[in-house]
């Protein structure tokens, strides 16, 4: 009988235990009453949620916790409609530590996941609370969520066990995003000094979405980061061409070879004297010494007409 009684208390420690235990946010989590609970980036409806893929959110951004539980149904005598009408609240502490601030959050359902007339129904909802931006509260949000029953006096229905996410520099909302380069090309090249150069290079995330905020392309011309004009932001498997335009004040007003680089890929962007633009032109008739225009072929052929009638008319008259 000690024995048994020893086994009995030795499972209510397990469980007792147990229910201290943060849940991973990245899990679904079931609680008792049937309670579920999922951390989540975006909720869309009902069991149509995107998970979040782990337990850190950037600093500034918004938990979003996808809820469910089965209430007892009342009926709507305008629509003769069976609802369900739960309250999830959020209750938990956050940075700084310690001893930890408390906050709370909330959300009330009376979706119906069906439309018969059942006593009982599922519903859902979503609880958002916001991660500061201050980087002195990064750190842990430990919380657990109550649903109750709002046709039943407010009758608790079950509690999630506790769940942890953190708030981190440098987290992202998306699986980080990978981008890689491909099809780097200069034109001209060789170029000349004085004259701009045109960098294009090709772009392809086989990441996630990160953050879903504009990121910048570097380019590295010898050595020292240049900054792209443009920004790019690239859902995972999509690609983008990405241009640069340099000129003297990147590429120096020297001739010579400038090495550039943007990723893994890196070129020579080769740099030549200007042609001067003061001389004249080789082509057509070269004027004299003297600087004067020459004498146009035509004065010189109606001169020698004109001499050739008067000797005519000269031999007339003798």
Same mark, same amino acid.
């Given at each position: ?244 335009? @340099?000129?003297?004040?990147? @590429? ?67």
């Amino acid at each position: 009988m000690v024995t048994k009684y020893r086994t009995i208390i030795f499972s209510l420690g397990i469980l007792l235990l147990m229910a201290q235990i943060p849940a991973a946010a990245s899990d679904r989590i079931v609680g008792d009453g049937g309670v579920v609970a999922v951390v989540c980036t975006d909720v869309y409806g009902y069991k149509n949620y995107s998970a979040h893929y782990n337990d850190h959110f950037p600093l500034g951004s918004t938990v979003k916790i996808y809820v469910e539980a089965s209430g007892t149904t009342s009926r709507d005598l305008n629509t003769d409609e069976y609802k369900p009408s739960i309250s999830f609240e959020l209750v938990g502490t956050k940075p700084p530590y310690p001893p930890g601030q408390s906050f709370t959050a909330s959300a009330s359902s009376s979706y119906m996941t069906n439309d018969d007339k059942s006593q009982t129904k599922r519903t859902y909802a979503t609880i958002s609370f916001g991660i500061s931006s201050d980087e002195d509260l990064q750190g842990e949000y430990r919380f657990r969520i109550t649903a109750k029953d709002n046709n039943a006096g407010g009758r608790v229905i079950g509690r999630t066990p506790y769940i942890t996410v953190y708030a981190e520099k440098g987290a992202t909302l998306y699986p980080p995003t990978n981008y890689q380069y491909s099809d780097l090309t200069i034109d001209p090249n060789p170029s000349t000094v004085g004259s701009s150069v045109t960098v294009k290079v090709n772009v392809t995330n086989l990441g996630g979405k990160g953050n879903w905020k504009d990121e910048k392309v570097y380019l590295m011309v010898d050595g020292t980061e240049v900054e792209s004009t443009s920004t790019i932001r690239l859902d995972h498997g999509e690609e983008a061409e990405v241009t640069f335009t @340099l000129n003297d004040e990147t @590429l120096g007003n020297e001739p010579g070879n400038t090495t550039i680089r943007i990723g893994e890929l890196e070129d020579v962007v080769i740099r030549e004297e200007g042609i001067s633009g003061s001389g004249s032109s080789s082509s057509g008739s070269t004027s004299g010494s003297s600087g004067q225009t020459p004498a146009q072929p035509g004065f010189e052929i109606f001169g020698a007409i004109l001499i050739l009638l008067i000797l005519t008319r000269s031999i007339r008259h003798l």
